[in-house]
């Protein structure tokens, strides 16, 4: 069997987390499947630590496919004439885009559509391009792959498409991710915030991740608790940051936040377990792998009380409003303030995360495949 691979996200290094969904049990796939040949089609040039076996061919077509003029050639003119020449028997899209114009059967994998609830978080063109297109992606697939039941209801009901074709293949989190040692926690404290305390917010920095309001709400838990207790904020920016950068130079205690910038797991990873709490307070999320990666690292998790995040992280988070500082600020302070609650948090973690790993999501994503192959 010919399975050909929208791998584009694929990038050394910038792995967010469709990134690492495609990474993961892509990984396992070609290696559980050496029956099968796969070709990886990348928009530029790749690492090969993304080959991850023999029976991967990679495949370079241009453009680089980043802007919704490019997006639409590539996928609808350079894709549809390389699954032609490989003779492809599926196509399988990790970001959810297809090619309208191939008659390859075909499985998207739409993480959520936040698109069609927030639309003014996005750059105008490729709000439109997204509120156009993905409709009819979703109508042309053989098979949606979705990681929530959230988002698959979500899609259901937004897009009229059969509860039936939609499967929900949850996320994992990076095997790295585990309970730090003692001196892992004090060299991480000593590293970035000179051995405070401290909550940690991780991912990337577009609006729906509600970091404006992380922010007011850590300035007023700083100013009802008089703590020496430090903000991390772990991630890249993406796009429209200006209100982030607003709240920040209006705080009265952004000397106490930290911009790492992007980590790697091996440098997160002490992070997450040297945390008082991961703060992760979106107002739209298909799933949040860092609530994941929290649990794994034995640290209290502190999280959204809407769309997929109460699914997510179960009896193990604290919930608040990502629409209230009051709210967030709140769910700080009963942290900082309870330690029989915080360990309580970490100890539902323990059996919560056990419904998450990407042997798992892997497992159940070829399953859908098969589905589609055998069909």
Not at 17 to 27: M, P, Q, R, S, V
Not at 75 to 98: R, T, W
């Amino acid at each position: 069997m010919n399975i050909a691979v929208n791998t584009r996200v694929l990038l050394k290094n910038k792995l967010e987390g469709i990134g690492w969904f495609t990474y993961e049990t892509l990984k396992r796939i070609t290696q559980n499947h050496p029956e099968h040949n796969f070709y990886f089609i990348f928009d530029r040039p790749y690492s090969k630590e993304f080959i991850f076996s023999d029976n991967v061919q990679a495949i370079v077509i241009g453009p680089q496919a980043r802007h919704p003029v490019l997006f639409y050639y590539w996928f609808e003119k350079s894709v549809s004439k390389i699954l032609k020449q490989i003779n492809a028997d599926i196509f399988i899209s990790p970001d959810g885009f297809l090619s309208l114009r191939s008659n390859i059967k075909s499985i998207a994998v739409v993480h959520d559509i936040s698109f069609m609830h927030n639309p003014t978080d996005f750059p105008f063109g490729i709000r439109n391009y997204y509120q156009y297109f993905f409709p009819r992606f979703a109508q042309k697939a053989n098979k949606i792959v979705t990681v929530s039941e959230f988002s698959k209801q979500d899609i259901v009901q937004q897009f009229n498409i059969n509860a039936q074709n939609i499967d929900v293949v949850y996320n994992g989190s990076n095997e790295i991710y585990k309970p730090s040692l003692k001196d892992e926690i004090i060299k991480a404290k000593q590293q970035y915030t000179g051995g405070s305390d401290f909550f940690i917010f991780v991912g990337a920095l577009s609006p729906r991740k509600n970091v404006a309001n992380l922010l007011s709400a850590f300035d007023l838990f700083k100013s009802k608790t008089k703590s020496d207790l430090m903000l991390l904020i772990v991630g890249e920016k993406m796009f429209k940051t200006k209100n982030i950068k607003d709240v920040f130079n209006k705080m009265s205690f952004k000397n106490d936040v930290v911009f790492t910038g992007r980590m790697d797991p091996v440098q997160l990873k002490n992070l997450y377990g040297a945390a008082l709490a991961l703060t992760y307070v979106p107002y739209f999320e298909g799933f949040g792998i860092p609530i994941i990666e929290a649990m794994n690292c034995d640290t209290a998790v502190i999280t959204s009380n809407v769309t997929s995040m109460p699914e997510v992280a179960g009896n193990a988070a604290l919930f608040a409003d990502p629409f209230s500082v009051q709210s967030i600020a709140d769910a700080m302070i009963k942290i900082y303030n309870d330690p029989h609650l915080r360990n309580q948090l970490i100890e539902n973690g323990k059996i919560q995360r056990q419904k998450f790993n990407w042997d798992k999501t892997a497992e159940k994503f070829w399953k859908s495949i098969e589905k589609v192959i055998n069909d």
